[in-house]
């Protein structure tokens, strides 16, 4: 499991995320290799290279800003995975929406809800 700090951003702020697959990502005129997690505070690499590793201290970081998040979109790879009953109730007793689905249908949703200035987080699986 990733450890709870985040590390330094890739991307410090928000970005759309340009395109996916090959085992990364492009977003911010920047390429990355690996899974990521979208902060308000930045894009950030993240551990998770497929969705059964995904655990309630790979998500800690998006709790740790919950104030400024409303809803994360879970990227679990090519289909929806669904997120352990301890991801779901951390979630919720924090009053931030969860919502698994595919990491291409994350991508999409996430654009979106950040070009209409919605409070969003993204942790994306990356495809290969």
């Known amino acids: ?9 890739r991307f ?6 340009d395109a996916y697959g090959n085992g990364g990502f492009r ?9 990521l997690l979208c902060l ?12 059964d590793d995904v ?7 998006v709790l740790t800003e919950a104030d400024a ?8 790879g090519r289909q929806q995975v669904f997120a352990s009953a301890a991801v779901r109730q951390a979630f919720a007793s924090a009053g931030v929406g969860l919502e698994p689905m595919s990491t291409g249908a994350a991508c999409r949703t996430y654009n979106v809800m950040l070009a209409e200035g919605r409070p969003v987080a993204a942790a994306l699986v990356a495809v290969d």
């Open 69 to 76: 998040v409303g809803f994360l979109l879970l990227g679990t």
């Open 27 to 35: 977003f911010a005129n920047m390429s990355h290799r690996g899974s």
């Open 1 to 9: 499991m990733a450890a709870i700090s985040k590390g330094l951003a």
């Open 55 to 61: 655990g309630l201290l790979d998500l800690a970081a």
């Open 40 to 51: 308000p505070s930045g894009v950030y690499d993240w551990q998770p290279a497929k969705p």
């Open 12 to 17: 410090p702020g928000r970005a759309p995320i």
